[in-house]
């Protein structure tokens, strides 16, 4: 059967696919991108933040289109379905099956329902079809969240914290090293808790066990709680070479009170102390934070400790959201300070000044010579896209574009001459 699939979301989700198509895969199906031919499409939906969810039902409603040709069988999978599935079933009839992530653990046999074809083997256990690039794979090494911030939903639809076992991620990395993989990003809702639900945390006995493995250039962990960045943890990176000193930390906020709403854990002045660490550690490390803004009782002077605290940091990349209310979180039933349109200008406050901040960052980068991991090529001329150990690859960082005068391979290192900069992106030149 010819498959099309469509993963939305974020890089949690990608895995879910890519493991979701390695099944289908493993039972002789094929993965079509020609959605005109699919008999079957598959949409894994995000149901995180309101917008996300807009984009997960328009493609539901764009891929019933093709009802009208090939196709026979819609599934929509992932948060949407776990969330939202009966009211889906009422709205959507041109869908036939909506799948949650609680039923994963029982995909084939509904699949086999579904499909009509019987589909063998478990959702997990076969080998992953990497989606995007062959280089640099994600390994997502714990599902679930138990920290309750009050405005997130996530554990609502994905549960408490359940940390895979390590043996199975090195068998995972493993195979994904045979496979070409140089990358490994480390994901979870929350990297940095780690085998905490199995009475301790091992995030550091992990990293030793994957920096030893063959093969394997970088280590990139992204999604870390700030004041779980304990000093064990940054020693532990220090000892393994191949971890990037990349610290991918969502702060927030930068004001007590609505952190103590937001429920999270530890005060600005620990957020302070936790990047102070890091950077004693190491010096070049790059910073990359989340903040919200708008949140409920969110007043102007508040918004202010924010911006101060953005330019005191100086953090390397920032991605930052309007508050969006969520049902079943307790912070749905706090009352509202700022009306959309105030929301909307924070935002834009927010991401300006960042904006200044990490053109000032990059722009010292030039005359340096950074080591970058081939992409892509752009066809008919010489010139590559990369990332080098700034860059993470999901669509939030920039990427190195650079010229060469000899034919290189996607998916290995070079050497590049950096010449200049724009806002997020560095421009060079091959070493050669
Ligand atoms: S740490 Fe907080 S924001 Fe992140 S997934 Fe867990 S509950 Fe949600």
Redesign the pocket.
């Known amino acids: 059967m010819k498959i099309g699939f469509i993963s939305l979301g974020c890089s949690k989700n990608q895995v879910d696919s890519e493991r979701v198509m390695g099944l289908l895969k493993a039972n002789g199906h094929t993965l079509t991108k020609s959605l005109d031919e699919a008999s079957a499409i598959f949409v894994n939906t995000c149901g995180f933040i309101n917008p996300a969810k807009e984009e997960s039902i328009n493609t539901i409603l764009d891929m019933a289109e093709y009802k009208q040709k090939n196709l026979k069988k819609l599934i929509v999978i992932g948060c949407l379905s776990q969330r939202y599935k009966e009211d889906l079933i009422k709205e959507l009839p041109e869908v036939d099956r909506f799948i949650g992530v609680s039923e994963y653990n029982k995909l084939d046999e509904i699949l086999s329902e579904v499909l009509e074809t019987e589909i063998i083997g478990s959702y997990g256990k076969m080998e992953r079809l990497i989606s995007k690039k062959a280089h640099t794979a994600y390994l997502k090494i714990a599902e679930g ?5 009050t ?5 609502l639809i ?1 549960g408490p914290l359940n940390s895979y076992p390590k043996a199975e991620l090195l068998l995972e990395a493993q195979h994904l090293i045979l496979r070409g993989v140089k990358e490994l990003v480390l994901i979870a ?2 990297t940095t808790r780690y085998m905490e639900d199995q009475g301790s945390n091992q995030l550091g006995q992990l990293l030793k066990e994957l920096n030893a493995l063959p093969g394997l250039k970088w280590i990139r962990i992204l ?1 870390m ?1 700030p004041n779980a960045v304990s000093k064990a943890l940054l020693m532990d990176m220090k000892a393994c070479d191949k971890v990037i000193p990349y610290f991918d930390i ?1 702060i ?1 906020h930068a004001d007590n009170d609505l952190l103590k709403a937001m429920a ?1 854990k530890g005060t600005v002045e620990d957020i302070r102390q936790v990047i102070h660490e890091i950077r004693e550690v190491f010096p070049q490390a790059i910073l990359r934070t989340t903040l919200i803004v708008g949140f409920p009782g969110e007043i102007q002077k508040q918004f202010q400790a924010l911006l101060d605290f953005i330019q005191e940091i100086k953090f390397d990349r920032l991605g930052a959201f309007a508050y969006s209310l969520e049902e079943d979180t307790p912070a749905y039933f706090m009352k509202d300070s700022c009306s959309e349109t105030e929301k909307q200008e924070r935002l834009l406050q927010v991401m300006d000044l960042q904006a200044k901040i990490s053109e000032e960052k990059i722009k010292a980068m030039i005359g340096s010579t950074l080591d970058v991991l081939i992409d892509s090529k752009d066809r008919g001329t010489n010139t590559y896209r990369g990332r080098s150990i700034h860059y993470a690859p999901d669509q939030i960082d920039g990427e190195v574009v650079f010229t060469s005068d000899q034919a290189l391979k996607i998916g290995t290192f070079a050497k590049v001459n950096i010449s200049r900069n724009d806002e997020y992106d560095l421009y060079g030149e091959h070493q050669g």
């Open positions: 969240c138990s920290n309750r911030c405005y997130c939903a996530i554990p994905r809702q929350d999604y709680y969502p927030q999270r």
